[in-house]
């Protein structure tokens, strides 16, 4: 099975900031890559598809990027509804998701 | 708009079987794949099931099958999960999502989730 590995599990960061999480695959995975966002209390959404492909409807400032085996989301500027956990997903062989890196304001 | 509604989550007894079922609506149900994903409390995301559009095709981790049936309905426009021989390790929120390819996908709607908890 392909692992998922994600850093930090913890990230702390103030309005406006640029915000960088990332995902890192036991084997290449080409650009098979979601990114999901989940809010306390609610449904993940998709964020990020192939890897760099921003779903209809998500604010610009998120953005992916990578391929083979490391990957990352972007935040732009961190705006407070951003608070939530992320989760990364590869579906290269099957499906397997991160654990999560949980991002809350400074 | 695209909806995806859960039901039949609950407090069952181990080794008994519960099913969910998932509502769809504002797509084109039987163009699309589906699945289940599920999140045990304060735990990470697992796939547990996918079935094709003409469900005929269907996809367990080793963690559910032969314990786990999904199938669907695509004149009600309705996926179901019937669950048996339940564990403790199966309590978990059960969320049904629309997926872009069978098997290997990403999901790009989700449900709001339905909770089952396993416990005598």
């Known amino acids: 099975d392909i692992q998922m590995t994600q850093s930090p599990s913890l990230l702390s960061a103030s309005v406006g900031d640029r915000v960088t999480l990332n995902c890192k695959a036991s084997?290449?995975?080409?650009?098979?890559l979601a990114w999901y966002q989940q809010k306390l209390g609610e449904a993940p959404k998709l964020l990020i598809y192939?890897?760099?492909s921003l779903q209809t409807g998500i604010p610009s400032r998120f953005s992916g990027s990578g391929s083979g085996t490391d990957f990352t989301l972007t935040i732009s500027s961190l705006q407070p509804e951003d608070v939530a956990t992320y989760f990364c997903q590869q579906y290269y062989s099957g499906s397997t998701f991160g654990a999560g890196t949980k991002l809350e304001l400074k | 708009e695209v909806q995806l509604v859960e039901s039949g989550g609950g407090l069952v007894q181990p080794g008994r079987s519960l099913k969910l079922s998932c509502a769809a609506s504002g797509f084109t149900f039987s163009s699309f794949p589906m699945a289940w994903v599920r999140q045990a409390p304060k735990k990470g995301l697992e796939w547990v099931a996918s079935i094709s559009s003409g469900g005929g095709g269907t996809y367990y981790p080793d963690s559910v099958k032969g314990r786990f049936t999904i199938s669907r309905d695509n004149a009600k426009s309705t996926l179901y999960l019937q669950m048996d021989s339940l564990r403790s390790e199966d309590t978990a929120s059960y969320y049904c999502?629309?997926?872009?390819?069978?098997?290997?996908?990403?999901?790009?709607?989700w449900g709001q989730g339905v909770m089952v908890t396993v416990s005598s």
């Open positions: 084997q290449n995975i080409y650009k098979n």
């Open positions: 999502a629309r997926s872009i390819y069978y098997y290997s996908s990403y999901l790009d709607y």
């Open positions: 192939n890897a760099n």
